[in-house]
């Protein structure tokens, strides 16, 4: 299968400018997750779809970040303006919905943002 | 509230010799998963090993073995014959175990792992 998809890899933009950021998870996986990581921290979740809803986004600094999942396949995470400290890289996984055993998390590649 | 605790930043090995990475773990869920994921330096995480809380053995995975004590809230990741490769940072998880509704995951702050030649 296909794994999660992401887009683009390396992004490099002056503060207050604009990105987003594209992320196509495996078919079939209801759970969408955006997780920023910034170097030699873990991830950090900023937000979790089900589906098409968002089932918790209270890391996300709504002030200058958003994201969506309209069709709840694909999703696309915006930051506008962006800061210094936002450099990262941004990573999005996709997971079946939970059970037992629990699904495991499956990650993109990630998108490593530099701000400048 | 779920907490992930990782004490080891920095750990050494040997190539060939087995290495433990410590993770230990609070949370109120009666029923979750434990997972460990490699991050090489090129970014990916990589799923490695799962460990449910209710497995009756520790969960093994090629070189690869999970180290499960329940009542310590431990999930220790051994890694046997240690290969140049395995460098990278490790990371271990928990999610929650119920379906529908909503799962959060944890993650642990890590633990870089290098293997001397």
């Known amino acids: 299968e296909a794994g999660v998809a992401q887009s683009p890899r390396y992004k490099i933009i002056e503060k207050r400018q604009s990105v987003a950021f594209w992320c196509n998870p495996i078919?079939?996986?209801?759970?969408l997750y955006w997780y920023q990581q910034i170097l030699g921290q873990g991830p950090k979740l900023l937000i979790q779809?089900?589906?098409?809803?968002?089932?918790?986004d209270s890391q996300l600094p709504k002030d200058r970040f958003s994201a969506e999942r309209l069709k709840g396949v694909d999703s696309t995470l915006k930051i506008q303006p962006a800061k210094l400290e936002d450099s990262a890289v941004y990573l999005c996984?996709?997971?079946?919905?939970?059970?037992?055993?629990?699904?495991?998390?499956?990650f993109g590649n990630g998108t490593r943002l530099t701000v400048t | 509230a779920q907490k992930i605790t990782q004490t080891q930043p920095g750990m050494f090995v040997q190539e060939k010799e087995a290495v433990t990475l410590d993770c230990t773990y609070d949370?109120?869920?009666?029923?979750?998963?434990l997972f460990w994921y490699k991050q090489p330096s090129s970014g990916e995480m990589i799923f490695l090993i799962y460990?449910?809380?209710?497995?009756?053995q520790n969960a093994t995975e090629g070189r690869y073995s999970l180290n499960f004590q329940k009542a310590r809230k431990s999930a220790n990741l051994v890694i046997s014959a240690s290969q140049l490769g395995d460098s990278a940072m490790y990371f271990c998880?928990?999610?929650?175990?119920?379906?529908?509704?909503?799962?959060?995951?944890?993650f642990g702050t890590g633990t870089k792992l290098q293997v001397i030649p």
């Open positions: 996984a996709s997971s079946l919905d939970g059970g037992a055993p629990v699904p495991p998390l499956h």
């Open positions: 078919s079939g996986h209801a759970t």
């Open positions: 779809f089900q589906n098409n809803g968002v089932v918790d």
């Open positions: 949370t109120s869920d009666p029923s979750y998963g």
């Open positions: 460990q449910g809380s209710y497995d009756q």
């Open positions: 998880a928990m999610r929650p175990t119920h379906s529908g509704g909503y799962q959060k995951v944890t």
